[in-house]
């Protein structure tokens, strides 16, 4: 039977299936969030969320993953670069450590940042000595954050320049254009899409990161925590309606996030239609 060719109820009960799976383990468990979010009422709601210690937690998140996204553009454009451009010796093994954070738990990679920087740690007394803080405090937030977070744009640009080729940029550099033009003016324009889609998830996986930050963070209230280590305090502490109005935050977040992926998805299909049709 030729693709697209199956029968009318073996499509719908396909799509049944995925309908009622995304129903049951998505679309309910959100839904559930808002409801018991203003279960107490809107002013309940409000006044969780602006208490002193959800605010904190809240420009800690934004801080962090303001400052990781830069890191990790930075780090993504230079290893998709490399990889992509030059061969070069160690190069499987460049991309087999870019995948690392995909499959070490992110507790294990907060573990490391405490082995190396905590008090006990190889450059723990070092720091002591030049009152320097690195655990429990926001660099060691933000290191834990990068950590986790680093693969995603150069994973999203390292196929995508191998497919285009450096064809364009040997001709401008042929012309005479210098480095930063031909960065500027050929490749930037070409790779913007996958750029932006790469820091897109990253700053997703950013504001939801909790393993790793918990371990480095202290669960310092005010201080270290960030929003879903905010969310665990209140639910631990049984104040079941300020947790679940801090997680409608991270929700609302993760649906900004989804929905500027599709835009983002959306802009470069159109980019890739008008390039094939030029």
Not at 3 to 10: A, C, I, T
Not at 112 to 138: C, D, E, P, S, T
Not at 230 to 250: G, K, M, R, T
Not at 256 to 274: D, F, G, M, Q, T
Request: net charge positive.
């Amino acid at each position: 039977m030729k693709r697209g060719l199956e029968p009318q109820w073996v499509r719908w009960a396909l799509i049944g299936i995925t309908l009622l799976f995304l129903g049951l383990m998505l679309v309910v468990p959100l839904a559930a969030v808002f409801v018991e979010a203003l279960r107490k009422g809107m002013g309940v709601y409000l006044a969780s969320i602006r208490e002193p210690a959800a605010l904190s937690a809240i420009r800690l998140t934004l801080l962090t993953a303001a400052i990781a996204l830069p890191l990790n553009a930075v780090f993504g454009l230079c290893a998709a670069w490399a990889i992509a451009r030059f061969d070069f010796k160690g190069k499987g093994l460049l991309l087999t450590l870019i995948d690392l954070p995909f499959a070490i738990s992110p507790v294990i990679s907060g573990l490391i940042y405490v082995l190396l920087f905590g008090a006990q740690g190889a450059l723990g007394g070092w720091l002591a000595a030049h009152n320097v803080r690195i655990i429990f405090a926001l660099p060691g937030v933000v290191l834990a954050t990068v950590f986790v977070t680093f693969p995603f744009v150069a994973r999203e640009l390292i196929p995508l320049m191998q497919e285009q080729g450096g064809e364009e940029e040997q001709a401008a550099i042929t012309l005479g254009a210098s480095g930063w033009q031909t960065f500027t003016r050929v490749t930037l324009p070409k790779i913007r899409w996958g750029l932006l889609y790469g820091l897109i998830l990253c700053n997703a996986r950013a504001i939801g990161e909790f393993g790793a930050v918990s371990v480095v963070s202290g669960h310092v209230r005010g201080s270290t925590n960030t929003l879903p280590l905010h969310v665990e305090i209140l639910y631990n502490e049984y104040n079941f309606a300020a947790a679940f109005a801090a997680a409608s935050l991270l929700t609302i977040l993760a649906i900004l996030v989804i929905a500027a992926k599709n835009a983002v998805e959306w802009h470069r299909k159109r980019s890739r239609a008008a390039e094939e049709i030029a």
